[in-house]
T-cell receptor, first 114, second 119 residues
Framework: AQSVTQLGSHVSVSEGALVLLRCNYS??????LFWYVQYPNQGLQLLLK??????LVKGINGFEAEFKKSETSFHLTKPSAHMSDAAEYFC????????????FGKGTKLSVKP | GAVVSQHPSRVICKSGTSVKIECRSL??????MFWYRQFPKQSLMLMAT?????????EQGVEKDKFLINHASLTLSTLTVTSAHPEDSSFYIC???????????????FGEGSRLTVL
């Protein structure tokens, strides 16, 4: 069965430090992978996506993620954290053509300390 | 700006009443919309797929008689929580495929979400 695992429900970094949010998936077919961000009391906003093109994907707000098939991973990174990056981040996977059967990870709450 | 809009963003109701949440696609047509439910500090769970002109498809474990979904037009889907109880309190989020490419890849536009509190 397909699944998504986000390691660490809560990650805390200092402002200016590297952000690394981990996501691993399990799938028997090539996946499409997404990172979404959710600010308090808001819906989800797409950060970036991998849809079988370049394995290193750049998204909004300086975030990027690299698809590593050998490691079944799609970790999200940002070189330098800003206070405004504090939010909940969700990794999600789908397998194309399923029209919305996105499988979400449990989310990682990112806190940024001044 | 938002391309999928939900209303209301917050609603408080008494136990036993019914609440309707609207999801509209702005400036594009959505033959399919999806309703998710998010429990506090948990991930999103797909509840059902709303199909314009036909019955919704519910995920396993979701009570179709309790969560009524109507996709009345190509830009509007509604979720009605019938006879709401405190355990129905949650954050409900709708979404629609991001165009033709989105239908192929699963990429979605999400609404702002509706927080339901049942007293």
């Amino acid at each position: 069965a397909q699944s998504v695992t986000q390691l660490g429900s809560h990650v805390s970094v200092s402002e200016g430090a590297l952000v690394l949010l981990r996501c691993n998936y399990s799938s028997s077919v090539p996946p499409y992978l997404f990172w979404y961000v959710q600010y308090p009391n808001q819906g989800l906003q797409l950060l970036l996506k991998y849809t079988s093109a370049a394995t290193l994907v750049k998204g909004i707000n300086g975030f990027e993620a690299e698809f590593k098939k050998s490691e079944t991973s799609f970790h999200l990174t940002k070189p330098s954290a800003h206070m405004s990056d504090a939010a909940e981040y969700f990794c999600a996977v789908t397998f194309g053509g399923s029209q919305g059967n996105l499988i979400f990870g449990k989310g990682t709450k990112l806190s940024v300390k001044p | 700006g938002a391309v999928v809009s939900q209303h209301p963003s917050r609603v408080i109701c008494k136990s036993g009443t019914s609440v309707k949440i609207e999801c509209r696609s702005l400036d594009f047509q959505a033959t399919t919309m999806f309703w998710y439910r998010q429990f506090p500090k948990q991930s999103l769970m797909l509840m059902a797929t709303s199909n314009e002109g036909s019955k919704a498809t519910y995920e396993q474990g979701v009570e179709k008689d309790k969560f009524l979904i109507n996709h009345a037009s190509l830009t509007l889907s509604t979720l009605t929580v019938t006879s709401a109880h405190p355990e129905d309190s949650s954050f409900y989020i709708c979404s629609a495929p991001r165009g033709v490419a989105g239908q192929a890849t699963g990429e979605l536009f999400f609404g702002e979400g509706s927080r339901l509190t049942v007293l």
